[in-house]
């Protein structure tokens, strides 16, 4: 098989879930939601044994507390997450450069040249799964395929803890009896027109005529013809640099308390200043992101001269935008508020004679105390109300 596309999709098993429950004993086994509990939360991520309630990602909080009233909601620790996602790509990136992230806890690899020296897909997809684990204690599931769709639908068959190969000459046998909703791109009202002209099957799929396409799909109707045939030509692209960090909250009510939205936006600053250090970056440009009660979404940045990582200066701009939108729409309500910051650059960009100074030496002392007690650890004072 070598010399063949091989391409290997790994998905990590209820990510966020999981990692709290191999962090704090006391939740495996339990009905376990990272989100909000708020009126407005939202489930990040479900653990599987609250899935078995329904309760899904993206669910409205309210409703996942219906469904399963003995759900345990932890808040989410995104930079925990994101430490722990490095750890897992630093695990790809030992197997092939060709690595495209689609989030923290989902890529592709693209393993095609990496079986000369490595063995078979297969036996990486096997040593990665045990990689993961060893150095994580969490599960992944594990699809391969000769091309990227195959193998996100592989991925998907056997969870958790999962592995599935799909071979060239397996594509039609795998994917024929599947449900059209397998396939992405193919939501409710698509799966809908479809129920009507007796499509229920991808192999249905596959094999409908022309017209019946173009009825239910206009000018892509080729398109999701061939998808259903398990053909994608799509390469995997190997991620680029980060071009933003961010970070938001959505309110459990409306408000246009100054003292509330600074606190919020101190933290804010705080945690997106963390992350760029973590990443060995600097940011030229702070962003900040609003959105009204009506829904209406706003964003506004200025530059920061020089670029730098210091949660200080952050939450210095950041503070000035939001300050200079409060003022232009007196009395207006927020549902969201986020801050960020883009354009960034490596660190060594810096001008080689500037001297550390106080903002600088605080960042690293809080970054150190955080690493070593954890994020809760402390709290800078002006992000209390």
Same mark, same amino acid.
């Given at each position: ?38 009126k ?6 479900a653990?599987y ?8 990602s ?13 759900a345990?909601? +932890? ?6 997450? &994101? %430490?722990?996602? /490095? @750890?897992?790509?630093?695990? #790809?990136?030992? *197997?092939?450069?060709?690595?495209e ?10 393993v095609?040249d990496?079986?000369k ?6 036996s ?13 204690a ?10 990227k ?49 007796? +499509? ?6 596959? &094999? %409908?005529?022309? /017209? @019946?396409?173009r009825?239910? #799909?206009?000018? *892509?109707?080729?398109?999701?013809r ?10 995997v ?7 933003s ?37 600097v ?11 009506d829904?209406?979404?706003?964003t ?24 200079r ?10 549902r969201?508020?986020?801050a ?22 605080m960042?690293?002392t ?7 007690f ?5 709290k ?6």
């Amino acid at each position: 098989m070598v010399g063949r596309r091989r391409i290997i999709h790994i998905d990590m098993d209820a990510f966020y879930a999981s990692i709290e429950q191999r962090d704090n004993p006391e939740l495996r086994g339990c009905p376990v939601v990272v989100g909000g509990s708020g009126k407005r939360g939202v489930v990040a991520a479900a653990s599987y044994e609250v899935r078995e309630f329904g309760v899904r990602s993206a669910m409205p909080s309210t409703e996942a507390k219906r469904r399963c009233p003995d759900a345990v909601f +932890i808040k989410p620790r995104m930079s925990h997450y &994101q %430490a722990v996602s /490095s @750890q897992i790509f630093r695990i #790809f990136r030992g *197997y092939t450069p060709l690595v495209e992230g689609l989030s923290l806890d989902e890529a592709f690899l693209d393993v095609t040249d990496s079986q000369k020296a490595q063995g078979d897909a297969e036996s990486i997809g096997r040593t990665i799964k045990q990689d993961i684990m060893e150095a994580t204690a969490l599960t992944a599931s594990v699809g391969i395929a000769p091309n990227k769709l195959v193998a996100k639908i592989a991925s998907d068959l056997d969870k958790p803890d999962g592995f599935v190969v799909v071979s060239d000459e397996q594509i039609q046998a795998v994917l024929d009896p599947l449900p059209v909703r397998r396939l992405s791109g193919i939501g409710q009202r698509a799966d809908q027109r479809l129920e009507k002209l007796g +499509i229920r099957t991808l192999g249905q799929l596959r &094999q %409908a005529s022309a /017209s @019946q396409l173009r009825g239910a #799909f206009g000018r *892509y109707a080729e398109s999701m013809r061939r998808r259903a045939s398990g053909i994608d030509d799509r390469k995997v692209v190997a991620d680029s640099a980060d071009k933003s960090i961010s970070h938001e909250e959505t309110f459990d009510q409306d408000t246009a308390d100054h003292s509330e939205l600074t606190a919020r936006l101190s933290r804010m600053a705080d945690a997106v200043s963390s992350r760029l250090r973590k990443r060995n970056l600097v940011a030229a440009t702070v962003v900040i992101k609003l959105r009204a009660a009506d829904f209406s979404t706003f964003t506004r940045q200025q530059p920061m001269r020089p670029p730098g990582d210091h949660s200080a200066v952050i939450y210095r701009l950041a503070k000035e935008l939001l300050e200079r939108w409060l003022a232009q729409n007196p009395g207006k309500r927020l549902r969201l508020l986020g801050a960020g910051v883009t354009d960034l650059g490596a660190a060594e960009q810096l001008d080689l004679f500037e001297t550390p100074g106080e903002e600088s030496n605080m960042d690293d002392t809080v970054d150190a105390i955080r690493d070593k007690f954890g994020s809760g650890a402390l709290k800078r004072g002006r992000s209390l109300r």
